[in-house]
């Protein structure tokens, strides 16, 4: 299913390459206080393979977030590559990210 040629007036992307679990629970309790106040758009995969979600996912989401968009703000969780995103869609850079760290990456 391609977005690109799809039109966005929301301001905010959300994007969690793992949804389900722990992850699901943080994006649904957001996206109840989003849906009062603000449009956005929510792009995730499914729960399976966390590692290669980590590896592959900025490819996935590079090819189905929309072209034409208005985002001033892209939340998303340390499970995507966000650097790797942004350098495959150069029309999403002006826009201020918040990477949530769910785990704590020192213990790993």
Avoid at 31 to 49: A, H, P, R
Avoid at 76 to 99: C, P, Y
């Amino acid at each position: 299913m391609s977005h690109l040629n799809t039109k966005s007036n929301a301001e905010i992307c959300i994007i969690e390459p793992f949804y389900g679990g722990s992850h699901k629970q943080l994006i649904d309790m957001i996206e109840q206080d989003l849906k009062l106040v603000k449009e956005y758009n929510l792009f995730t995969m499914s729960s399976k393979k966390w590692h290669w979600r980590a590896r592959c996912s900025a490819l996935y989401f590079s090819q189905i977030i929309p072209k034409d968009h208005n985002y001033k703000i892209i939340f998303t969780s340390s499970v995507l590559n966000l650097s790797e995103l942004i350098s495959l869609r150069k029309d999403l850079n002006n826009a201020k990210k918040v990477v949530y760290f769910h785990e704590n990456q020192l213990l790993f």
